[in-house]
């Protein structure tokens, strides 16, 4: 009954709030000040009646039964605690921000809570809070796991794997060869960055063993990353593998928790065979491990017998592209198991048993994720019913049956407990902000989590659009027209551009307050398309840029600019366009090999010569160098700089770790060589994108660019 009159309030406050507030501008500041909506992350207790969640500094702990919550620890408090430095070794260490390491775990009884501050490791009693402080080391514990019966909690110092008994005593050292190039149990940079693999190390399901990787890599490039702040320049050198450079050589080890010899398993060696995923299978005695060649176009799935190492084939994949890494595998017993396969041309699901797979979904649309099994059904996100929105489906495992289990159209994403007796449901659409529920396995709703509100701002609406072009292909788009519009009237207008695999600008989600509106309240229209080579449209769709990126991305790009033209407002004089990472790339691209269209371009932090970039993307879709000399040269805007049309601005973190600097320093080069005059703005952020107080400058600069090149053009 609560919940009930809860709901009601936030619906009122929202309906007043829609009617008699909702007439603030847009400004730069609120851009650049606006985050997307925050929403719960659950990690969920073995119990699955309730969950811990992060909110700023503190955990806070959700009872799903009596709908309360309270903060159980701050993490502040515990950072005070901790006896470790921040940073023992002295040096910058390049993490890669996909690490999901140290995130809070639950004993497998449900009593406490394994949580990582400051360094160090501390135990915190669920039903009280009280505090226990496992280590107080000068070293930093890191990437920390609670044994599978809850004696023991593993972590890893520097390079090397410790045991630790919860009960008390003396850690035990389990590994003894690492050092500044040999990486036990710790990921390096390209792997979690472009196999989102989040960790290097699994106990077994026994707990007497543990499963690591381990890193060598000696043959990787170091790249000199260079911090010019202090008096004295700072080298920070980062390990970073370009394209037809070496990888780290990665094998697979199983060292006893007790301690003793690392046994090795059969997975190959060197560094053209990269180990995406590594899980122990049901009984804990053999492990499941998704075994790519370097180019990706073939893999294995194996079970490594962890007593001997020796392997066996479960399945293999190949395409003429290249095969999207995933992480829907489940495992019900001995040779029966669930996967996903976009063999038929779309993601689908597949129920493999004694070796034989049948085919449980179909159709042009594709399974994203497995939120689990809850008895004969198999839980899972898709975009059954559009491409743009997300959908949670149950799959019957017998007869391939689907049920929706989600009801609002739009974006749905879904967080299930254990055992399947409550999940959350964070969904938005374009029209509604994201509101997040618990709801019971019949999807009934329970109580509201977080319930946003469009704010007070005059924010524009946003369409989806679709249209055939001129070969037929269906493209999404959205739009945003400018404040005032007047029918009849021309609009400089930009778009904003991603166009690289594994990414979609165009979805039936909330976009808030964002530098979009700040744009439209000044009079521009806001353009973005999903070209071919972007996700979720089929496998087809997604591996057309195969072997020379830009090309195709920039051809559809130009399509969709004419579809915006032919509607009669836009100015074709004053169009300009705008793209980071990815985008910059685009951009680039676009204003060295279409030009005449684009009166002035924004490239973000942009690729510019594929060789610059990582060996597991880059080599996924362009294969390798020495191999596709013409289609890395054809894909490089620095080789047709002198081509440059329009103005140009250029925006980079100058310690990037993600597209290096170097991109952007080669491209300056070829376009002062070509003699073309460009603009820049750099940054001295060690990430990929600008964030804090420069986030506000960058607004102001971009949109500065834009007001002079576009909006003052007649």
């Not at 280590?135 to 390079?159: M, W």
């Not at 196999?195 to 290097?200: C, F, N």
Request: aromatic content about 10%; proline content about 5%; some cysteine.
């Amino acid at each position: 009954m609560t919940t009930r009159i809860v709901c009601v309030f936030l619906s009122v406050l929202w309906l007043e709030t829609s009617a008699s507030a909702q007439n603030e501008p847009v400004t730069l500041e609120v851009a650049a000040a606006w985050q997307p909506a925050s929403i719960v992350t659950p990690i969920w207790a073995p119990s699955g009646d309730r969950f811990v969640y992060e909110a700023g500094k503190r955990i806070r702990l959700y009872d799903c039964v009596r709908k309360q919550e309270r903060v159980l620890a701050s993490l502040s408090e515990l950072e005070a605690k901790a006896k470790s430095s921040s940073n023992p070794a002295g040096a910058f260490q390049w993490e890669n921000r996909r690490v999901l390491a140290g995130k809070p775990q639950w004993s497998p009884d449900g009593a406490r809570i394994l949580v990582a501050a400051g360094g160090d490791l501390f135990l915190v009693e669920a039903a009280t809070g009280a505090i226990r402080q496992l280590t107080a080391t000068p070293d930093n514990e890191e990437d920390p796991l609670l044994s599978p019966d809850g004696s023991h909690v593993g972590y890893r110092v520097a390079n090397e794997l410790y045991v630790l008994p919860v009960a008390g005593g003396k850690a035990r050292r389990l590994t003894f060869d690492g050092g500044p190039v040999l990486w036990n149990g710790r990921l390096d940079w390209v792997y979690p960055e472009e196999l989102a693999i989040p960790r290097a190390w699994w106990w077994s399901p026994d707990g007497r063993e543990i499963a690591y990787l381990q890193f060598d890599v000696a043959a990787e490039m170091t790249h000199p990353q260079v911090d010019p702040g202090p008096v004295r320049a700072v080298l920070e050198p980062q390990r970073f593998p370009k394209a037809g450079t070496p990888n780290a050589n990665v094998r697979l080890g199983v060292v006893p928790a007790r301690g003793g010899r690392t046994r090795w398993m059969e997975t190959g060696a060197g560094e053209d065979i990269l180990l995406a995923r590594v899980q122990w299978m049901p009984g804990g005695k053999e492990l499941a491990v998704q075994r790519l060649n370097r180019v990706q176009d073939h893999l294995e799935l194996l079970a490594l017998d962890a007593a001997t190492g020796k392997s066996r084939l479960l399945l293999e994949e190949r395409d003429k592209t290249w095969i999207n890494v995933h992480d829907i595998l489940h495992f019900f017993g001995p040779g029966r198991f669930l996967w996903a396969s976009e063999r038929d041309g779309f993601r689908h699901l597949y129920l493999y048993s004694g070796g034989a797979a049948r085919q449980l979904t179909s159709g042009a649309w594709e399974v994203t994720g497995l939120q689990g099994i809850l008895g004969n059904e198999a839980w899972v996100t898709t975009t059954k019913d559009s491409p743009l929105g997300r959908q949670v489906h149950a799959v019957d495992l017998e007869t391939g049956a689907i049920r929706r289990v989600t009801a609002a159209g739009g974006t749905h994403t879904v967080a299930l407990s254990p055992g399947g007796t409550f999940f959350l449901d964070a969904w938005q659409s374009l029209t509604q902000p994201v509101r997040q529920t618990l709801r019971n396995r019949n999807g009934e709703e329970l109580a509201v989590l977080k319930e946003h509100t469009p704010g007070p701002y005059a924010l524009q609406p946003v369409e989806n659009l679709s249209f055939r072009g001129r070969d037929g292909t269906l493209f999404y788009a959205q739009m945003i027209k400018p404040r005032g519009f007047v029918p009849g009237k021309k609009y400089p207008a930009l778009v904003i551009v991603y166009g690289g695999p594994h990414a979609q600008k165009v979805q039936d989600t909330w976009t808030g307050a964002n530098w979009d509106q700040a744009l439209a309240g000044k009079g521009y229209v806001i353009w973005k398309l999903d070209n071919r080579g972007s996700n979720f449209r089929g496998h087809a769709f997604e591996s057309a840029v195969y072997r020379e990126l830009g090309r195709v991305e920039l051809a559809d790009q130009l399509e969709g600019v004419d579809y915006l033209v032919s509607q009669g407002f836009v100015d074709p004089a004053r169009i300009g366009i705008y793209g980071w990472s990815y985008g910059g790339y685009m951009t680039l691209y676009a204003m060295t090999h279409a030009g005449n269209r684009f009166a002035a371009g924004i490239a973000g932090a942009p690729v510019t010569d594929w060789r610059h970039y990582d060996t597991i993307y880059t080599e996924r879709y362009m294969g390798l160098p020495a191999k596709n000399e013409a289609g890395y040269k054809a894909s490089s805007p620095i080789h047709s700089a002198a081509n440059l049309e329009g103005k140009l601005l250029l925006v980079h973190n100058f310690q990037d770790d993600n597209v290096l600097f170097q991109n952007t320093q080669n491209m300056m080069e070829a376009l002062q060589k070509a003699g073309k005059q460009f603009e820049m703005m750099f940054y001295p952020l060690k990430s990929h994108g600008v964030t804090g107080a420069y986030r506000l400058h960058m607004w102001q600069t971009m949109t500065s660019f834009l007001d002079r090149a576009l909006q003052n053009k007649q």
